[in-house]
């Protein structure tokens, strides 16, 4: 039996954290596979792999459900997700998929998760990370990313998605839920070197124009699926109401 508290803080339970991550995991599948996707730009990570290169893959906290299945296993590969027990979730549902997860945050550079990250890409696998997770501000990019790029001198590369069809949550990062049986999208960016010997003004100068092209390519994105920046920024954005977008 379920004890009461469960209910109130279900995640705490076992038995419902791992079908919640079974039912989130299915949910992704269903979503791939009736929506009508383009891909554009796969060959910039494939490229970085067959040179025998690592990678940071960084995408937007609110575009995080989709990323699984823009991965294709191409490599080994872990995500950055919060240790919060809601992040305990995404990274039971990332498992389903061969997606490794590293608890933490990027925002204390003498982490352990900064230092799992560092080792992760010296033998040779990717990191994904959200630069505007865990607290946001939306589409805002923390040094963090940077950081890690920099002391493992490896390029970041930009991923992102849209879908035609999509429920706005009323939530910090303005989290798209992609819906069935739609049109969707998928960019890969350029990549990203960052020098080794940034002092603290290159540093914010990369760490800007990694920002700026993120912000362009979800621009890019949802007007390949047909929607505006209404719903894309925090400091622009319509109402918080969740809303539903369709064809």
């Keep these: ?22 039912t989130i995991h299915w949910y992704i599948r269903l979503v791939y596979a009736t929506n009508r996707w383009s891909i554009e730009g796969a060959e ?12 940071v893959a960084a995408f937007w906290h609110g575009r995080l459900l989709m990323m699984p299945l823009a991965w294709h ?39 352990a998760a900064v230092r799992t990250m560092l080792k992760r890409l010296k033998e040779g696998g990717c990191v994904g990370i959200t630069p505007d997770g ?34 706005v949550l009323a939530t910090w990062d303005r989290f798209h839920l992609a819906l069935p049986f739609g049109r969707g999208v998928y960019l890969w960016g350029e990549p990203i070197e960052i020098a080794a010997d940034l002092d603290e003004t290159g540093l914010e100068r990369a760490r800007r ?11 890019e994105a949802e007007s390949r699926v047909g929607h505006g920046e209404a719903v894309l920024l925090a400091g622009g ?5 969740a809303r539903v977008v369709g064809d």
């Design 44 to 55: 910039l990570p494939r490229r970085l792999t067959r040179e025998g290169r690592s990678f």
């Design 209 to 219: 124009l990694v920002e700026a092209r993120m912000v362009d390519m979800v621009r």
């Design 1 to 22: 039996m379920i004890k009461a508290s469960a209910w109130r803080h279900p995640f705490r339970n076992a038995w419902l954290r791992h079908l919640a991550c079974w």
């Design 73 to 111: 296993r191409l490599t080994g590969f872990h995500m950055l997700i919060s240790a919060h027990p809601d992040g305990r979730i995404i990274a039971g549902a990332m498992t389903y998929f061969g997606i490794g997860t590293i608890a933490g945050s990027t925002r204390r550079g003498g982490s």
């Design 134 to 167: 865990p607290r946001g501000p939306a589409m805002n990019a923390s040094l963090g990313i940077v950081n890690i790029a920099c002391r493992a001198q490896v390029p970041i590369v930009p991923v992102t998605y849209a879908t035609s069809r999509r429920r």
């Design 237 to 241: 954005a319509e109402s918080s109401a």
